[in-house]
């Protein structure tokens, strides 16, 4: 791929080296995996990317208790020069991922306290009650104002389907979800020049990193450099796969009469 001609994103979404900046929205759509995957991408060219999308409602706005926003996330990746190649900022508003509360319940385990609220808006350390009701927002109002700006930008403003209108990955398998997402992308040289970048980037982290301890901790680590860390290990190693994950594969397999098989290291 040419650095210097029109670079995809997405289909349909199209950015000219040129113009230094590029925003896109996208509608009717579902699901789109990790954001952290998007901003790998964009990093490796050296630009910055800043991207969010809305969700399936699982959160409830400060002060209620029915889920109507989803725990749309928010991302944004820079490049470095360093061993893991970019800084990635990816992170739900809710106070916890969803899928760590599904996962909890598949395991038959309870969640902490403070994850969540039961259908009643009591405070909740079941797994299976906290999916009935409702994920809590991160650091209270604020991260309530940042799954509205989320909403905002991924589902108002693309025209897309936003709050409780949107659809479910899990379940009324003949409605649509139409899932929104907003991608901004910014072309470092039209900024500044690449290496300078990077060179400031990289003192920034070398600041970060000597600062002040707290006790027992060894190392400042940096947003995406530890899961950089579990990435290559899982590369090497394989990827760890939990029992509960493993028991819906074989009953899957066994409901479509696929052969089950899996490599273990």
Same mark, same amino acid.
């Given at each position: 791929m040419n650095n210097r001609d029109l670079w995809t994103l997405s289909p349909g979404f199209r950015y000219h080296r $040129?113009?230094?900046?590029?925003?896109?929205t996208i509608r009717n759509s579902q699901h789109f995996g990790t954001l952290s995957y998007y901003g790998e991408r964009v990093a490796r060219e050296n630009m910055i990317l800043i991207a969010m999308t809305n969700s399936e409602p699982a959160m409830s706005p400060e002060g209620g208790c029915q889920a109507y926003f989803g725990t749309n996330p928010i991302a944004a990746s820079f490049p470095t020069n360093r061993g893991f190649e970019i800084i990635r900022i990816d992170l739900s508003t809710s106070i916890v991922a969803r899928g760590n509360i599904i996962a909890a319940h598949k395991q038959g385990d309870p969640i902490? $306290?403070?994850w969540a609220l039961d259908v009643k808006g009591r405070p909740t350390c079941d797994a299976g009650e906290a999916l009935m009701g409702t994920v809590l927002t991160m650091a209270g109002h604020k991260g309530y104002a940042l799954a509205l700006m989320v909403e905002l930008f991924t589902g108002v403003l693309s025209g897309a389907a936003f709050g409780s209108s949107?659809?479910?990955?899990?379940?009324?398998m003949?409605?649509?979800q139409d899932v929104g997402h907003f991608f901004c992308v910014l072309d470092i040289e039209a900024f500044m020049d690449v290496s300078r970048f990077k060179g400031r980037v990289d003192r920034m982290i070398d600041e970060i990193k000597a600062c002040k301890k707290r006790p027992r901790v060894e190392e400042i680590l940096l947003p995406g450099e530890l899961s950089f860390s579990k990435a290559l290990k899982n590369?090497?190693?394989g990827i760890p796969i939990g029992e509960g994950t493993i028991n819906e594969i074989q009953?899957?397999?066994?409901?479509?009469?696929v052969t089950y098989a899996l490599i273990e290291q």
């Open positions: $040129e113009k230094g900046v590029a925003a896109a902490p $306290e403070g949107i659809g479910s990955m899990y379940k009324d003949d409605r649509k590369r090497e190693q009953a899957l397999c066994k409901e479509l009469g």
